[in-house]
């Protein structure tokens, strides 16, 4: 098992990862001294394939744990779905020593994180992410929250788990486009911190697509501990933390615009990412030879490296940029490349650069 520290004071806690962590669960939280009642939040999906062990787990520790299990898909991270939990950790009279384990994808790790925040002002709880996404991010660094209908992830707080499991055997069941789209993430940590990895990730490629997980475990603990590290340097994005938007400008746009439920989040930023590092080329001299490695990187990987749109179209997107959070004063600001494994943030770049990148 690899065990990943993320060190926040007395809020530090521990990603474990390996295969067949689901069912030492039950142990985990025992040595935590947590109280009996507990809830297993889940989707449809997740729970059909894993809410079982997970459950027999918890009670084979003397747990008392009740199961909520919301719809699958971005639907759920709504005001609605987290009434409902609320009332149902109310029905089970969850108190608070009673705890909450998330077990699912980005969806349900952000709902029920943010079910753990604010029920009875923040009770313990622990995630068990199951896709690669939720593996190695959304599961690090203590974002919870829900969407509102005027925009994704708009009421949250950071709070953080007492411990994260990724258990690798549920990555198995993961279906493929999925698996890919998390990949993209993994690209990103290679790109903005770790040369390394890179070259490990083109190396390793067809093994990782074949989900090994003897390959696939040090490069999901390797991304855990980008992001622990990123993250406890500076936990409220101030600065160093924006480096983890890298191609997310545009991803975020394409996603917001012309990609509406066409493009995962993952290919959306695989597009952006291709795209941050030709601009990258031009305004900080990242070395073309890098600009093609990562393009035929994602190719390989079975993600889009670049997307094509009419001039209407263009327009949508170039009006969802200037949306975004980072814009200020007209100007967009992107993380760029200096190279492969180094990034620096806040750089600012002309709109009309961008058209000129996006129509090439
Ligand atoms: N908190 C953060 O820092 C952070 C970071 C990145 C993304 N996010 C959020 O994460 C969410 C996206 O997460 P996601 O990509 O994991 O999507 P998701 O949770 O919707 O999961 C994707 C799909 O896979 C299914 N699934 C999950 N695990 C499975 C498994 N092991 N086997 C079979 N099917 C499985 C789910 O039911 C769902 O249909 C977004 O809401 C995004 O905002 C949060
Ligand atoms: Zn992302």
């Not at 290919?267 to 073309?288: T, Y």
Request: charged share 25%; with cysteine; hydrophobic share 40%.
């Amino acid at each position: 098992m690899r065990i990943v520290p993320v060190q926040l004071g007395n809020r530090s806690y521990e990603i474990k990862i390996a295969g067949g962590l689901l069912q030492k669960l039950g142990v985990e939280c025992a040595r935590l001294k947590f109280g009996n009642r507990c809830a297993i939040i889940t989707d449809t999906n997740v729970g059909k394939k894993f809410a079982k062990p997970v459950y027999e787990s918890l009670v084979g520790a003397g747990f008392e744990p009740t199961l909520i299990t919301i719809s699958a898909g971005e639907k759920a991270k709504s005001l609605k779905c987290l009434q409902h939990c609320y009332n149902q950790l109310a029905a089970q009279r969850l108190e608070r020593k009673s705890f909450i384990v998330a077990l699912g994808g980005g969806v349900v790790g952000d709902l029920a994180g943010f079910v753990a925040a604010t029920y009875l002002r923040g009770i313990p709880f622990v995630q068990i992410p199951t896709t690669l996404l939720a593996q190695v991010d959304s599961s690090v660094g203590g974002k919870t929250g829900v969407n509102l209908r005027a925009g994704k992830n708009l009421v949250g707080a950071f709070y953080q788990p007492k411990l994260v499991l990724c258990d690798l055997e549920t990555l198995k069941t993961l279906p493929e486009r999925e698996f890919r789209a998390g990949l993209a993430e993994v690209i990103k940590y290679g790109i903005i911190y770790d040369a390394k990895l890179f070259t490990q990730i083109e190396r390793d490629l067809p093994k990782i697509l074949k989900r090994n997980e003897k390959v696939l475990a040090p490069i999901i603990a390797r991304c855990c501990e980008i992001k622990a590290d990123v993250v406890s340097q500076d936990e409220t994005e101030s600065g160093l933390r924006a480096i983890l938007n890298f191609g997310h400008t545009i991803g975020h746009a394409i996603e917001n615009s012309v990609g509406y439920g066409k493009f995962l989040h993952g290919e959306a930023i695989s597009i952006g990412q291709v795209a941050a590092a030709k601009l990258s080329n031009r305004i900080l001299k990242l070395p073309q030879h890098d600009v093609e490695r990562i393009e035929n990187l994602f190719r390989r990987a079975g993600l889009p490296p670049q997307i094509k749109l009419n001039s209407a179209q263009r327009q949508k997107l170039f009006s969802a940029m200037r949306l975004d959070k980072k814009v200020s004063g007209g100007e967009i600001k992107f993380v760029l490349a200096k190279k492969i494994g180094r990034v620096v943030w806040g750089q600012k770049v002309s709109p009309a650069l961008i058209d000129e990148i996006l129509s090439a």
